[in-house]
């Protein structure tokens, strides 16, 4: 089994920043993704940010140039630094994992909420215009 924590949501304002972190406990060894989804009220849960183990990333459209996500193994815990944040970023904010998975920087279904089957509880981000 995975656990799997998140913190550091909150409100700001449009053009502000916020770093979400995600503590893991469990089996999180070897070959593995972890994520960043998010899900607005009456919206699909919609991937984010993705990193494997060994450090590829892919991002979402939405988000390239604006957020960055990275991992300190060694605190096992997932981050992810959100800059210039718009009020269409306004969502609940979902740690993902995922056993035996690698990001393929041409594969975009690794950002589909299907590809991973361990989730935190979210975290409330919001935006204000």
């Known amino acids: 089994q995975v656990q799997l924590v998140e913190s550091g949501g909150g409100s700001v304002q449009s053009g502000g920043s916020l770093r979400l972190s995600c503590a893991a406990s469990g089996y999180i060894y070897n070959r593995y993704c972890m994520g960043w989804f998010r899900q607005a009220p009456g919206t699909e849960r919609e991937g984010v940010a993705i990193?494997?183990?060994?450090?590829?990333?892919i991002f979402a459209d939405s988000v390239k140039g604006r957020f960055t996500i990275s991992q300190d193994r060694a605190k096992n815990t997932l981050y992810l630094q959100m800059n210039s944040l718009k009020p269409e970023d306004t969502a609940t904010y979902y740690c993902?994992?995922?056993?035996?998975?690698?990001?393929?920087?041409?594969?975009?279904?690794?950002?589909?909420?299907?590809?991973?089957?361990?989730w935190g509880q979210g975290t409330q981000v919001t935006v204000a215009s």
């Open positions: 990193i494997d183990s060994d450090g590829y990333t």
């Open positions: 993902a994992f995922q056993r035996a998975c690698a990001v393929d920087y041409y594969d975009y279904d690794i950002l589909r909420a299907t590809a991973f089957g361990y």
